[in-house]
């Protein structure tokens, strides 16, 4: 793989986060019917649904979710899943091989 190439985040093996790995992530702290029940009232209220969501709109769904969460489990799931999609973004920026 020529590394001069690329983004930041592809040259360091980094795939962008999707819907279906956050209910993973989600799943994996508070389980699954939690993690659906969170994210499917997080979904009918801010109107954005599916799984091919952009970055922005699950940005928007997770701060959604994570402002609504009462468990402080649920609420630190999600920051993380934002974190990531927020770190993927900014390498996203970056060109060239990691210095």
């Known amino acids: 793989m020529d ?3 690329g ?3 592809a040259l360091r093996g980094l ?4 819907v279906v790995d956050w209910l993973k992530e989600i ?4 389980g699954p019917s939690e993690a659906l029940l969170a994210w499917s009232r997080a ?3 801010t109107g954005l649904h599916g799984t091919a ?6 940005r928007v769904v997770g701060e959604r ?4 969460a009462t ?3 649920l609420r630190l799931a999600v920051r993380s899943c934002l974190l990531r999609l927020r770190v993927h973004g900014a390498l996203e920026t970056t060109k060239g091989a990691p210095r």
């Open 3 to 5: 590394r001069s190439t």
């Open 7 to 9: 983004t930041g985040a």
């Open 15 to 18: 795939a962008r986060p999707t």
């Open 27 to 30: 799943a994996g702290v508070v």
């Open 43 to 45: 979904t009918l209220a």
């Open 53 to 58: 969501l952009t970055p922005a709109q699950m």
């Open 65 to 68: 979710l994570a402002a609504d």
């Open 71 to 73: 468990d402080p489990r």
